[in-house]
């Protein structure tokens, strides 16, 4: 079974600050991975995915995330946050099943 | 763009009603899904349907119903709603198979009481 793991539930950051959100999922063989965020009110919108290839995956609005296999990690960056930044971001993975488990969520404050 | 509606953003129901929340895609994708989402567990998959008159159960089927009589539109369906039943549903649609992107509609709030 595949699993996802957001050890942050919360994370506050000043505006123009780097930041680092992270994920770890559990699956056999080279899932793919999934980056989404959510606005207020809003629905999901895709940052970014990868499926194979390069590890370091550019996405909208600035972001990045970079896969790992050897710590089954996919952790989304940004060096430079914005106020519109702070949402609900979610890691979700897609393995055989072709289906999509997202984990809980990290929710982003930003700072003036 | 990709547009997935949902038939209501805020919805508030009584024990016992049976409740319907649909949604509606206009790209033509074969594969629809419906989650929960609750504060702590993320999104949950209820339901998904990879073609018309096809469904499939989720991770949390229990509860729940869906229709799918044209490829544009998945329903879900509480029979017999119940407390425990009150959060956010967020109906996706997605093309082919296999790791492609979802579209998400804005949700639907729904609270039993």
């Known amino acids: 079974a595949q699993s996802v793991t957001q050890p942050d539930i919360h994370i506050t950051v000043s505006e123009g600050a780097s930041l680092e959100l992270r994920c770890n999922y559990s699956y056999g063989a080279t899932p793919y991975l999934f980056w989404y965020v959510q606005s207020p009110g809003q629905g999901l919108q895709l940052l970014l995915k990868y499926f194979s290839g390069d590890t370091l995956v550019q996405g909208i609005k600035g972001f990045e995330a970079e896969f790992k296999r050897s710590q089954s990690s996919f952790n989304l960056r940004k060096p430079s946050v914005h106020w519109s930044d702070a949402a609900e971001y979610f890691c979700a993975v897609s393995g055989s099943a072709r289906q999509l488990t997202f984990g809980s969520g990290t929710q982003l404050t930003v700072l003036p | 763009d990709v547009k997935v509606t949902q038939s209501s953003r805020y919805l508030v129901k009584r024990t016992g009603e049976k409740v319907f929340l649909e949604c509606v895609q206009d790209?033509?994708?074969?594969?629809m899904f419906w989650y929960r989402q609750d504060p702590g567990l993320g999104l949950r998959l209820i339901y998904f349907?990879?073609?018309?008159?096809?469904?499939e159960k989720g991770d949390i089927p229990e509860g729940y119903s869906v229709s799918r009589e044209k490829k544009e539109r998945f329903s879900l369906i509480l029979e017999s709603a119940s407390t425990n039943q009150t959060s956010m549903y967020l109906c996706a649609s997605e093309r082919g198979r296999g790791g492609e992107t979802q579209y998400f509609g804005p949700g639907t709030r729904l609270l039993v009481l």
């Open positions: 349907s990879y073609d018309v008159k096809m469904k």
């Open positions: 790209m033509d994708h074969e594969n």
